[in-house]
């Protein structure tokens, strides 16, 4: 099993739709929690941290359901720029700490 | 302020050819992390370096190898190259303590194609 798997798409979504990416992990101790997203042939970046609680910026929302391993990100009123490929990633712990990122899932935003 | 720079940016070997990649870090980052990106994947975990220590290494066979100098900047090398390692090389740069907040800078990467 990998230990972040994500649904690789395309999502094919109009301009001003709702869309949802869902993101599982397999390490029950892992800690942190990230989106980040990259266009197409350049490099990842960071979208934003996944809180417990759950956390907002403007048009995304992300959220963490520890007893699932679960996590989700939720993006409202969907602009063509938007149109990239979002990856799921989970930080490891443990001495080395490193991120673990999942296959992403690639979004495009139609006119 | 400069960002992480990558050299070369797109290079083409030959099986069982030697490549080594470079990477300078943002200027006051300490940490170094490697990633190889295959085509419709996501970034594998290679190598992290702090302070000129190894400090991780991914599931990645022996020809596998990096090191990190005084100035924090990186190579990483891959001896006896197979077609299989056909992918984006990323390096990216964190500052000490900051992967919790999942701040990892990446730079453009190297493209390599192994024919």
């Known amino acids: 099993r990998k230990e972040v798997e994500q649904d690789p798409g395309p999502f094919n979504v109009p301009e001003g739709a709702t869309v949802a990416f869902n993101c599982t992990y397999s390490?029950?101790?892992?800690?942190?929690f990230f989106w980040y997203r990259q266009d197409c042939r350049k490099e990842p970046k960071l979208l934003m941290s996944v809180y417990s609680s759950g956390n907002e910026d403007g048009r995304f929302t992300a959220q963490l359901n520890r007893a699932s391993q679960y996590i989700s990100l939720l993006i409202r009123d969907s602009k063509l720029s938007d149109s990239a490929t979002y990856l799921c990633?989970?930080?490891?712990?443990?001495?080395?700490?490193?991120?673990?990122f999942g296959t992403g899932t690639l979004l495009a935003v139609q006119p | 302020d400069a960002g992480v720079t990558q050299s070369p940016t797109h290079l083409i070997k030959t099986r069982g050819q030697q490549v080594t990649l470079r990477c300078s870090p943002i200027s006051g980052h300490k940490s170094v992390s490697w990633y190889q990106q295959v085509l419709g994947q996501g970034p594998q975990f290679i190598f992290q370096y702090y302070e000129k220590e190894e400090r991780g290494r991914g599931n990645f066979p022996d020809r596998f190898s990096a090191r990190q100098f005084p100035n924090y900047s990186s190579e990483l090398n891959v001896n006896a190259l197979l077609l299989g390692d056909s992918a984006l090389y990323l390096c990216?740069?964190?500052?000490?303590?900051?992967?919790?907040?999942?701040?990892?800078?990446f730079g453009e990467g190297s493209r390599l194609t192994v024919l």
């Open positions: 990216a740069s964190s500052l000490p303590g900051t992967l919790n907040t999942g701040e990892l800078f």
């Open positions: 990633v989970v930080n490891s712990g443990g001495a080395t700490n490193k991120l673990i």
């Open positions: 390490n029950s101790a892992s800690q942190s």
